[in-house]
């Protein structure tokens, strides 16, 4: 088993990033076959695959989730906390802050048109931190 950490500076507010580079730098001298674990810390951002394309994660990703979860409604937390982020913890809970990608001979088994994403959705610019566990 190994471990590592990349630390990712975001803008927050929906931003989706491709982490695809980052991780498949890291595979290059990984040999064998195995699965990547990653976990995103904090309660406000998430992880997923999708294809990385601006359709998708300039309008497609924005729409769906200000329908389901509108940043403009009444959120206790908000109430509690007297900030603005009540809609981010629930994007976040909606999606999941972890994702396993199998992978072999250093390189991702994902499809073609399919990335690994984190998606910030808290209010503000954060530094996250996505821990990635190697089993082999």
Not at 51 to 58: A, S
Request: no cysteine.
């Amino acid at each position: 088993m190994q471990r590592f950490t990349l630390d990712i500076q975001t803008d927050g507010n929906n931003q989706v990033l491709n982490l695809e580079p980052q991780l498949t730098a890291r595979l290059r001298n990984i040999r064998g076959s195995g699965v990547l674990m990653l976990f995103v810390v904090g309660s406000t951002a998430a992880l997923t695959t999708i294809e990385f394309e601006p359709g998708l994660i300039k309008h497609d990703i924005q729409t769906l989730l200000q329908r389901l979860i509108p940043d403009d409604a009444r959120y206790e937390h908000e109430a509690t906390w007297h900030d603005d982020n009540g809609h981010s913890h629930l994007r976040a809970m909606l999606l999941g802050p972890s994702v396993n990608v199998p992978f072999a001979d250093g390189k991702l088994l994902t499809g073609k048109f399919q990335q690994v994403v984190l998606i910030d959705f808290d209010t503000r610019p954060r530094k996250r931190s996505v821990i990635v566990t190697v089993l082999v």
